[in-house]
């Protein structure tokens, strides 16, 4: 059956009429700030203690807004004989947000979580120069990045925290083991030390004379003498 010549328009008159008898709803924003969901894309913060420069985040950006210099050093042997290693030392890192088309790329391959989205959105600026965030303003944009949902109760615990665990706990047991010791050579001299069988004891010679210089133990008063 052909349709009907007008039922496009008629149905697109009905969505008007009902919307029309509907209250409209008006967000008074900036006064009432909206409840974002907590995974919003709002600005990229970067937590720099977990940066190793690998520059994964910047190759893999599809529009080559995240600028990353850095500089080697090397680091000296951890123990004698060994040998010297390098390492790389960030000294800039920035994102072009005016160029950032916020696909998320750059969090996604980053392989020792160093790059976190925040829901924050208000940092228009009147200078497009200005929306290059150098990694200060990118590092305080981390205090903003809401906590991670809990675990499901059946899961398994992530390996950092069982290794971090297993670390803990052998460093408790051997501080624990140290401690005893110590409590252990502590008790050991507080106790005085007794004279074998046959050793003279102190003050006294092998045959029980006073010891030259020493004075004899005065003898035991009778039942007959008074106090």
Request: hydrophobic letters at 35%; charged letters at 25%; glycine letters at 6%.
């Amino acid at each position: 059956m052909p349709p009907i010549p007008g039922s496009g328009l008629a149905k697109g008159l009905a969505v008007t009429l009902r919307t029309m008898t509907k209250r409209s709803h008006t967000a008074q924003y900036p006064e009432v700030q909206p409840e974002l969901p907590p995974r919003t894309r709002g600005v990229i913060g970067l937590f720099e203690e977990n940066c190793t420069v690998c520059m994964l985040c910047a190759r893999e950006c599809p529009d080559w807004c995240i600028y990353i210099d850095s500089h080697k050093e090397t680091v000296p042997p951890a123990a004698p004989g060994g040998r010297e290693r390098s390492r790389n030392v960030l000294d800039r890192f920035a994102i072009d947000f005016a160029l950032c088309m916020y696909c998320g790329i750059c969090i996604e391959v980053c392989p020792f979580d160093a790059l976190f989205w925040s829901p924050e959105f208000e940092y228009a600026e009147t200078d497009i120069r200005d929306l290059t965030h150098e990694r200060d303003k990118l590092r305080e944009w981390m205090w903003t990045v809401p906590e991670p949902p809990a675990l499901d109760p059946g899961a398994e615990e992530p390996k950092e925290l069982a290794a971090a665990r297993k670390t803990a706990d052998k460093l408790a047991a051997q501080r624990a083991a140290e401690q005893a010791a110590a409590e252990q050579a502590a008790a050991e001299q507080s106790v005085p030390e007794q004279s074998a069988p046959g050793e003279a004891a102190p003050g006294q010679s092998a045959r029980g004379e006073a010891a030259p210089g020493r004075p004899a133990n005065p003898p035991a008063d009778s039942e007959g003498d008074t106090a």
